[in-house]
């Protein structure tokens, strides 16, 4: 099993920014993906990025040019920074794994889940 444990969530004027971390611990595989989604109340939960173990990458297109995500490998460390943040991306933002490679932001791609944390962007 992988557990996955977020932090960096918190709230923020429109404009600013934020940088949210997840550590993966477990049995981490070589080849695997890694990926951030949100949901916000009433919604549907999105994806918002991916990346993969070798570093591809892919946006939800409303926060592309906004959004980066990367990874530390040797600290098995996903982030996404967020600048320009603005109220619509006010969410529960989760952290995702999937024991294989892919690119996609689809749920049903990633098995492991951390517990969420709140992202809050007042106008």
């Known amino acids: 099993a992988v557990q996955l444990v977020e932090s960096g969530g918190g709230s923020v004027q429109s404009g600013g920014s934020l940088r949210l971390s997840c550590v993966a611990s477990g049995d981490i595989d070589i080849s695997r993906s890694m990926a951030w989604f949100r949901q916000a109340p009433e919604n549907e939960r999105e994806g918002v990025a991916v990346?993969?173990?070798?570093?591809?990458?892919r946006y939800l297109d409303s926060v592309k040019g906004r959004f980066t995500i990367s990874q530390d490998n040797a600290k098995n460390t996903l982030y996404l920074q967020m600048d320009d943040l603005k109220p619509e991306d006010t969410a529960i933002y989760y952290c995702a794994y999937a024991r294989h490679r892919s690119t996609s932001l689809s749920e049903g791609t990633f098995r492991y889940w951390g517990q969420g944390m709140q992202v809050t962007v007042s106008s």
């Open positions: 990346i993969d173990s070798v570093g591809l990458t």
